[in-house]
């Protein structure tokens, strides 16, 4: 089984080492034959497909004519039919829309036409009509205050393709397409049509916890059509029925077109207790600069790893940052600088030392990064989706971190450096990424609270089962500290995003690995405009305090699901699993059975962010 585990890692290592040696990704090209991996649809298939769903639209429009004159068939054809959802994706094909774009290139833009659609479609069931009359949808200066070119501006193709990803993002919007006419009065300019898809976007949410705490919560994010999000939550005890208290979340995401986005959180839950507030700026375009401030002061209950308990704590945290990032054309990638200066303070807390509970010392710190960076966005769908448009990053981040923190018990500085890369090749999508950071002391140069990670994913192509379509992914994880001091967040273990899905085993150390693979089955059914992915998983962890990693206790688990999600809807996904979890002598405690709206994983971003310590959990 190791010698398995150790040939996984070595293919996802070569897969990267072949990106990596490559300056710019490869672009996918059609497999012969629908046994291979499917990638850029040629025009002969296009136009088959064309073809193909044009005699289907015919088929349909006759059913819905014939059934429409008499009640009952015409109420036996809506509980059984459903408007299409629009693949605008060719079928999971990766695509650089840039290419189309640049005929355009270097023109002016002339104007700029919105186009705004209800979550549904108008002809919908009563269903779907229903939730348009409910819906507010956005308004128009919401769209256009996204949009990072304006009447005057000279066409850049990355632009345009930049400017779709970030209002894709947007929870309030399901999907956009913008259409380029040429100006039929001047040859140099052109005009822009955008067009864009609400989300449905007002949702309930609940959960159980243990002691019979209960919450429940409603939210909007699209407050009156201005793309602001509202969140209130209430807590009880059910048992009972006494108050827990309520909690407020309010988010502007582009505060008057400046994309600053602002956020407040403020409230309580039974013995936690909440105030947050922040404004920040992020990385957008190449030549750019960042900027944020948030302040918090918050108590809640912290898990301890290593004592296997939640602990009462309460923190003061003040965070300042900013950064300036310039395009250098000649080698088509940015350099930037960075610097953040971090206050915390832990006013209740459990008991502390000098190398008890450092995650729990006050300090000051101050951190400067410098690095080296390219982004550049491809289209795909049936990936961390169900359908609807993708937008995958590729390209590369290389930073090193240098700063200094002010502690309660000493003072440290801090080094640290990565590098992330990724991007299509011909065997489908390499992500590969390796980050060390240490404290050192001045006085001796020893390295403190030292950690390494490295993380490597890939998944396949799409593979065609009649159809059905299939992707394979491939997740490795290696996490390892070394000189690490005791207490809090001073071992790590199987976590969510690093763990295995039916494992519910106690188990910690300084040294882990992870293999996860995950198989995806994209169902062509979808009722009621519901798409189902079928999924099957094997995971592979080792986590334990010996530098050999094969030395430490072995875990697996196994099991398959299946995931319900309606791109129109801001609901998360629904997932059910069943999964059973072994350790070197047999069965070990595991989840059998888990319900739960499934949060998608992000596509990875090669942008700057704020300096950060490399973590370790």
């Known amino acids: 089984m190791f010698l398995g585990l150790r040939i996984s890692i070595l293919v996802l290592i070569l897969a990267l080492a072949g990106l990596l040696a490559s300056a710019h990704p490869a672009t ?97 069931n009563w269903l779907e009509r229903t939730g348009n009359k409910l819906h507010m949808i956005t308004r128009e200066q919401v769209i256009r205050r996204d949009l990072l070119f304006e009447p005057g501006d000279e066409f850049d193709p990355q632009t345009i393709v930049r400017t779709k990803q970030l209002i894709r993002s947007r929870d309030y919007v399901s999907d956009i397409d913008i259409d380029v006419r040429p100006d039929s009065l001047d040859t140099t300019c052109v005009n822009l049509v955008i067009r864009t898809r609400d989300a449905w976007t007002i949702t309930a949410d609940g959960a159980l916890h243990s002691e019979g705490r209960t919450m429940v919560a409603l939210s909007d994010a699209n407050i009156l059509g201005t793309g602001n999000k509202l969140k209130f939550i209430t807590n009880f005890n ?60 918050i108590k809640d209950k912290r898990y301890m790893i290593e004592q296997d308990t939640s602990l009462l704590v309460k923190e003061r945290n003040l965070d300042a940052w900013g950064g300036y990032s310039h395009f250098l054309r000649r080698i088509n990638a940015s350099i930037y600088i960075t610097g953040r200066y971090n206050y915390n303070r832990v ?63 000493s003072d440290d500085a801090y080094l640290g450096l990565s590098f992330e890369a990724g991007g299509f090749c011909s065997l489908g999508y390499v992500m590969g990424g390796a980050t060390l950071g240490s404290y050192i002391e001045p006085g001796n140069g020893m390295w403190q609270r030292s950690a390494v990670d490295i993380d490597l994913r890939w998944f396949s192509n799409l593979f065609l089962l009649r159809r059905s379509r299939i992707r394979q992914f491939l ?143």
Do not use: C
């Open 28 to 124: 996918p090209v059609a497999g012969p034959d629908r046994h291979t991996p499917e990638r850029f649809t040629p025009d002969s298939a296009r136009i088959r497909n064309s073809k193909a769903r044009a005699r289907n639209k015919r088929l349909y429009d006759s059913i819905e004519s014939k059934t429409s004159r008499r009640a009952v068939p015409r109420m036996l054809y809506y509980l059984l039919f459903v408007k299409p959802v629009l693949d605008t994706t060719e079928n999971g094909q990766f695509l650089d829309e840039t290419r189309a774009l640049m005929p355009f290139a270097g023109k002016t833009i002339s104007g700029i036409e919105i186009s705004r659609q209800e979550p549904f479609d108008e002809n919908g």
């Open 238 to 297: 059910r048992q009972d029925f006494s108050y827990g208290g309520n909690m407020v979340e309010y988010e502007i995401p582009n505060v008057l077109g400046s994309f600053y986005t602002a956020a407040f959180n403020a409230g309580r839950s039974f013995y936690s207790s909440t105030l947050d507030l922040g404004i920040r700026k992020e990385f957008i375009r190449p030549t750019d600069y960042e900027i944020g401030l948030t302040y918090n002061d």
């Open 347 to 409: 006013s209740r807390r459990p008991e502390v030392g000098p190398r008890y509970n450092p995650a729990l010392h006050d300090q000051d710190a101050l951190l400067v990064g410098l690095g080296l960076y390219r982004e550049n966005f491809y289209t795909a769908n049936m990936i961390y989706g169900f359908g609807s448009r993708e937008y995958l990053a590729a390209g590369f981040k290389a930073e090193a971190v240098a700063g200094y923190s002010w502690g309660e018990f």
């Open 475 to 617: 997740a490795f994880n290696y996490t390892q500290g070394w000189n690490r001091w005791e207490g809090s967040d001073e071992s790590i273990r199987f976590t969510r995003m690093n763990g295995l899905q039916a494992l519910n085993e106690y188990a910690i150390g300084t040294n882990r690995m992870i293999l996860n693979t995950e198989t995806v089955l994209f169902s062509p059914y979808q009722p009621l405009g519901f798409r189902i992915a079928f999924f099957g998983f094997a995971d592979f962890g080792l986590l334990g305090y010996s530098p050999n990693i094969f030395k430490n206790e072995f875990y697996t688990s196994f099991g398959l699901g299946v995931r319900l999600r309606n791109e129109r809807l801001v609901f998360n996904t629904i997932q059910i699993r069943l999964g059973i979890a072994f350790g070197k002598n047999g069965p070990v405690d595991s989840e059998y059975v888990r319900l739960s709206n499934y949060t998608r994983v992000e596509p990875y971003r090669y942008r700057p962010t704020r300096p950060e310590i490399v973590e370790f959990e």
